[in-house]
């Protein structure tokens, strides 16, 4: 039964046809960080927004964007909304979250990433899209061709604007904004304001309305955390035990390199298992993460920068194979599970030598964790975890697809004098068991 407390999403101001499309989704209560938000971007107010990962941000910026959108037209090449984000995976993600929304109000939606042709990119912009999502260096990229103007902009959102300024990205956002008209509408979105984010609010946003719904720290209640302490000689087994449990299981890893080999070892020994990294083609990438959400793949090992761009829902166990080396990296590493209200486990695997080094980081982090001795009579990481033993029987590696021409980024609707495409559809899983207002 919704909380009648809660506003619905309707009594917050989104139009009818929104309303149904979010009902269809299973979208039917909005989060703290939607209630605070939405009212303001529809008002046209400049809105900060901070919150950690899995409290809603995408919808809490993208649906009052599409309504603020509608009744409008975009010229080609001249889109009216631009939405920054610092990876590839969540650009797709973002797309996918909105695309019902956007189909709902009649709208065009593209994104524009690397590892995807250009040429198909700029042919899209060309028949005319109303909203660019776009990592910063492939919109400057489109922008020094020529094949888009940003002078129609009406509102740009800006997406873990702390992990653009870790990965070096804000000089091309600056470059980004500079292009947008000085009146338009900025809404900018990050689990931490510190730094150079702070420099980017206090230049471009004006008269900002704050929103935060949660400290930058580990304490979801639904989340809990446990530390096992592990000899480093049973390691490897002590992580294939846990990655053999039933469920979808992220394990993280320091290196691309450790990615591979890590994968390799598990499917060796019967886990179904699948990396993600930088290095891995972006077909690869997008096929992978599909897979791992759709639960074909119950087991992902990634990287810190790939996992930016994996917002799943039901991930019930993130592992810290390599514990990690900053309060930031943990913090978004945890918050891969105990998403869109359900629970979650992170367990961080430690040897003799990397106890103290990763107890500091968690102590930073605000992470009060449980300590759970391994290799001995103690058998209660077994139950935390639902550790079991694997097959052991080799997983066959997956047959790549036939090459086929890539298809252009972005929807062509019906009804405005383009032929019909295949409709995005929402990875499977991803919109199941959601029981309040997205997780994205």
């Given at each position: 039964?919704?909380?009648?407390?809660?506003p619905?999403?309707?009594?917050?101001?989104?139009?009818?046809?929104?309303?149904?499309?979010?009902?269809?989704?299973?979208?039917?209560?909005?989060?703290?960080?939607q209630?605070?938000?939405?009212?303001?971007?529809?008002?046209?107010?400049?809105?900060?927004?901070?919150?950690?990962?899995?409290?809603?941000?995408?919808?809490?910026?993208?649906?009052?964007?599409?309504?603020?959108?509608t009744?409008?037209?975009?010229?080609?090449?001249?889109?009216?909304?631009?939405?920054l984000?610092?990876?590839?995976e969540?650009?797709?993600?973002?797309?996918?979250?909105?695309?019902?929304?956007?189909l709902?109000?009649?709208?065009?939606m593209?994104?524009?990433?690397?590892?995807?042709?250009?040429?198909?990119?700029?042919?899209?912009?060309?028949?005319?899209?109303?909203?660019?999502?776009?990592t910063?260096?492939?919109?400057?990229?489109?922008?020094?061709?020529?094949?888009?103007t940003?002078?129609?902009v009406?509102?740009?959102?800006?997406?873990?604007?702390?992990?653009?300024?870790?990965?070096?990205f804000?000089?091309?956002?600056?470059?980004?904004?500079?292009?947008?008209p000085?009146?338009?509408?900025?809404?900018?979105?990050?689990?931490?304001?510190?730094?150079?984010?702070?420099?980017?609010?206090?230049?471009?946003?004006?008269d900002?309305?704050?929103?935060?719904?949660?400290?930058?720290v580990?304490?979801?209640?639904?989340?809990?955390?446990?530390?096992?302490?592990?000899?480093?000689?049973?390691?490897?087994?002590i992580?294939?035990?846990?990655?053999?449990?039933?469920?979808?299981?992220?394990?993280?890893?320091?290196?691309?390199?450790?990615?591979?080999?890590?994968?390799?070892e598990?499917?060796?020994v019967?886990?179904?298992?699948?990396?993600?990294?930088?290095?891995?083609?972006?077909?690869q990438?997008?096929?992978?993460?599909?897979?791992?959400?759709?639960?074909t793949?119950?087991?992902?090992?990634?990287t810190?920068?790939?996992?930016?761009?994996?917002?799943?829902d039901?991930?019930?166990?993130?592992?810290?194979?390599?514990p990690?080396?900053?309060?930031?990296?943990?913090?978004?590493?945890a918050?891969r599970?105990?998403?869109?209200?359900?629970?979650?486990?992170?367990?961080?695997?430690?040897?003799?030598?990397?106890?103290?080094?990763?107890?500091?980081v968690?102590?930073?982090a605000?992470?009060?964790?449980?300590?759970?001795?391994?290799?001995?009579?103690?058998?209660?990481?077994?139950?935390?975890?639902?550790?079991?033993?694997?097959?052991?029987?080799?997983?066959?590696?997956?047959?790549?697809?036939k090459?086929?021409?890539a298809?252009?980024?972005?929807?062509?609707?019906?009804?405005?004098g383009?032929?019909?495409?295949?409709?995005?559809?929402?990875?499977?899983?991803?919109?199941?068991g959601?029981?309040?207002?997205?997780?994205?």
């Open positions: 039964m919704p909380d009648s407390s809660v619905s999403f309707a009594q917050l101001g989104l139009p009818v046809p929104l309303v149904h499309a979010l009902g269809r989704g299973k979208i039917t209560t909005p989060f703290p960080i209630v605070a938000t939405i009212p303001d971007i529809l008002a046209g107010r400049d809105v900060l927004g901070r919150g950690p990962t899995g409290s809603g941000k995408t919808l809490a910026f993208g649906l009052p964007m599409l309504v603020r959108l009744g409008g037209a975009s010229r080609p090449g001249r889109p009216r909304a631009v939405v984000v610092p990876t590839r969540l650009a797709q993600q973002i797309e996918s979250a909105l695309d019902e929304p956007a709902a109000l009649g709208l065009r593209v994104s524009l990433v690397g590892g995807m042709p250009l040429k198909a990119q700029a042919f899209r912009l060309a028949r005319g899209v109303d909203v660019v999502i776009a910063p260096g492939r919109l400057v990229d489109h922008l020094g061709k020529g094949t888009v940003l002078d129609d009406r509102i740009t959102a800006v997406d873990e604007a702390d992990h653009m300024a870790e990965l070096g804000l000089p091309q956002v600056t470059q980004v904004l500079d292009r947008t000085v009146a338009a509408q900025r809404l900018l979105f990050s689990a931490t304001l510190d730094g150079e984010v702070d420099t980017l609010v206090a230049t471009y946003l004006h900002p309305v704050t929103h935060a719904t949660a400290e930058a580990a304490a979801v209640d639904t989340m809990t955390h446990h530390v096992l302490q592990v000899p480093r000689h049973i390691k490897w087994d992580v294939a035990r846990i990655a053999a449990r039933k469920g979808r299981t992220l394990l993280f890893v320091r290196t691309k390199a450790g990615v591979d080999r890590l994968t390799d598990l499917r060796a019967g886990v179904c298992a699948r990396g993600l990294h930088g290095d891995k083609p972006q077909a990438r997008t096929r992978i993460l599909a897979e791992f959400t759709g639960g793949i119950p087991v992902l090992v990634a810190d920068v790939a996992a930016r761009g994996i917002h799943v039901d991930v019930s166990l993130v592992v810290h194979v390599d990690p080396t900053e309060p930031k990296a943990y913090l978004h590493r918050g599970t105990a998403r869109a209200g359900d629970s979650g486990t992170v367990v961080t695997i430690v040897t003799e030598d990397e106890r103290g080094p990763a107890a500091k968690m102590r930073a605000g992470v009060d964790a449980a300590v759970l001795p391994v290799g001995g009579g103690d058998r209660r990481w077994e139950s935390v975890t639902g550790a079991r033993q694997p097959s052991g029987t080799p997983v066959a590696e997956p047959t790549p697809p090459p086929v021409e298809p252009e980024s972005g929807r062509r609707f019906r009804g405005r383009e032929p019909q495409q295949r409709q995005h559809r929402r990875p499977t899983g991803s919109g199941r959601r029981r309040r207002g997205g997780a994205h």
